[in-house]
């Protein structure tokens, strides 16, 4: 199956006294879609080219990465072996659906997964295969190639529109989304803010990775951009990660459940909903107003209904 050409664009009128519009990454044709179809899409044309027959990679029983690409490996008929931290494994649906397309799975202590990977990937080698390697979340140059794709189908939908986003925001983690967005803004010499919210980590830290990636990827292409310009166009924000990976206070469930009963969109607590949500606060306290918002929703739709299995009583929103 191929990938659509174009993921939609909707516009949700006004909110917050902006136009807000939504880019239905969750809506990519596999396996409930989001940004990790969009980057394994690529890999496993680079696996396929590669002729390997073969996949590993690295994720906790939640991840979405490891969902989608257990699937697009069962869906070729090449095995997958994912190796995760014992100590974020528990029951999800990501986890139930790697388990249904018969990925292989090894839990060991966080501190042994690097070890891990390689003792697994050159045992495979002496067993006869070609195995191929994707790292945590779909992130390196592959990855970031997929959100340049995505930023030139938003410019398209601009130039088609007639209108111009000034604002771009999404649920940044390992930040190779952020990295191709930034990419592809930095390639067509666009005047608009890119803004990453963080879902865990802090700064420097998390922004220094996405800089690293964009560094990596624009060295790939042998494109030469000023560090200056790459430092202007790479906003990341830390201060709407609440307690970190996966926490969800008060205000972010108000936020899921308001966009779920107004707009019919479904948000999870670890990545949409807390970068919706920071993305409200951040309008706010900026005051930002009458300007064209694109929001990108990056998937994660099995993560929603986890999080409607945990929640035991639904607060009636104002
Ligand atoms: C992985 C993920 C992200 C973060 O993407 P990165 O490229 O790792 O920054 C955002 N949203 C969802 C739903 C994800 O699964």
Same mark, same amino acid.
């Given at each position: 199956?191929?990938?659509?050409?174009?993921?939609?664009?909707?516009?949700?009128?006004?909110?917050?006294? $902006?136009?807000?519009?939504?880019?239905?990454?969750?809506?990519?044709?596999?396996?409930?879609?989001?940004?990790?179809?969009?980057?394994?899409?690529?890999?496993?044309?680079?696996?396929?080219?590669?002729?390997?027959?073969?996949?590993?990679?690295?994720?906790?029983?939640?991840?979405?990465?490891?969902?989608?690409?257990?699937?697009?490996?069962?869906?070729?008929?090449?095995?997958?072996?994912?190796?995760?931290?014992?100590?974020?494994?528990?029951?999800?649906?990501?986890?139930?659906?790697?388990?249904?397309?018969?990925?292989?799975?090894?839990?060991?202590?966080?501190?042994?997964?690097?070890?891990?990977?390689?003792?697994?990937?050159?045992?495979?080698?002496? $067993?006869?295969?070609?195995?191929?390697?994707?790292?945590?979340?779909?992130?390196?140059?592959?990855?970031?190639?997929?959100?340049?794709?995505?930023?030139?189908?938003?410019?398209?939908?601009?130039?088609?529109?007639?209108?111009?986003?000034?604002?771009?925001?999404?649920?940044?983690?390992?930040?190779?989304?952020?990295?191709?967005?930034?990419?592809?803004?930095?390639?067509?010499?666009?005047?608009?803010?890119?803004?990453?919210?963080?879902?865990?980590?802090?700064?420097?830290?998390?922004?220094?990775?996405?800089?690293?990636?964009?560094?990596?990827?624009?060295?790939?292409?042998?494109?030469?951009?000023?560090?200056?310009?790459?430092?202007?166009?790479?906003?990341?924000?830390?201060?709407?990660?609440?307690?970190?990976?996966?926490?969800?206070?008060?205000?972010?469930?108000?936020?899921?459940?308001?966009?779920?009963?107004?707009?019919?969109?479904?948000?999870?607590?670890?990545?949409?909903?807390?970068?919706?949500?920071?993305?409200?606060?951040?309008?706010?306290?900026?005051?930002?107003?009458?300007?064209?918002?694109?929001?990108?929703?990056?998937?994660?739709?099995?993560?929603?209904?986890?999080?409607?299995?945990?929640?035991?009583?639904?607060?009636?929103?104002?």
């Amino acid at each position: 199956m191929e990938i659509l050409n174009f993921i939609p664009i909707y516009n949700m009128g006004i909110c917050l006294e $902006n136009n807000i519009y939504i880019k239905r990454e969750d809506l990519l044709p596999f396996s409930f879609g989001g940004n990790k179809a969009r980057k394994a899409f690529l890999f496993f044309e680079d696996i396929e080219k590669g002729q390997y027959d073969y996949v590993v990679t690295y994720g906790t029983s939640s991840s979405n990465h490891c969902r989608v690409v257990s699937n697009m490996a069962a869906s070729r008929d090449i095995p997958c072996l994912i190796i995760g931290p014992e100590e974020k494994s528990q029951m999800t649906y990501n986890l139930k659906m790697m388990d249904l397309f018969g990925a292989k799975q090894i839990y060991v202590p966080v501190q042994e997964v690097h070890d891990r990977i390689e003792a697994e990937m050159e045992q495979l080698k002496k $067993n006869g295969y070609h195995p191929y390697f994707i790292e945590g979340g779909g992130h390196g140059n592959i990855g970031t190639q997929a959100y340049v794709n995505c930023y030139q189908e938003i410019c398209e939908f601009e130039k088609e529109n007639g209108l111009h986003f000034d604002y771009i925001f999404f649920a940044s983690g390992t930040g190779t989304t952020q990295a191709g967005l930034v990419c592809g803004q930095l390639l067509n010499h666009d005047k608009r803010k890119i803004i990453g919210i963080s879902i865990a980590r802090k700064n420097p830290r998390g922004r220094n990775v996405v800089l690293e990636s964009i560094r990596s990827y624009l060295k790939y292409c042998n494109i030469d951009i000023s560090e200056k310009d790459i430092e202007n166009a790479t906003i990341f924000l830390d201060q709407y990660t609440d307690e970190g990976y996966g926490s969800q206070n008060d205000e972010i469930q108000r936020t899921i459940h308001d966009v779920l009963i107004r707009y019919g969109i479904p948000l999870d607590p670890t990545y949409t909903g807390k970068a919706f949500y920071g993305m409200q606060e951040y309008l706010k306290t900026e005051k930002i107003s009458g300007r064209n918002i694109l929001f990108i929703h990056t998937g994660g739709t099995p993560l929603f209904f986890d999080y409607l299995n945990m929640v035991t009583e639904f607060k009636i929103i104002s």
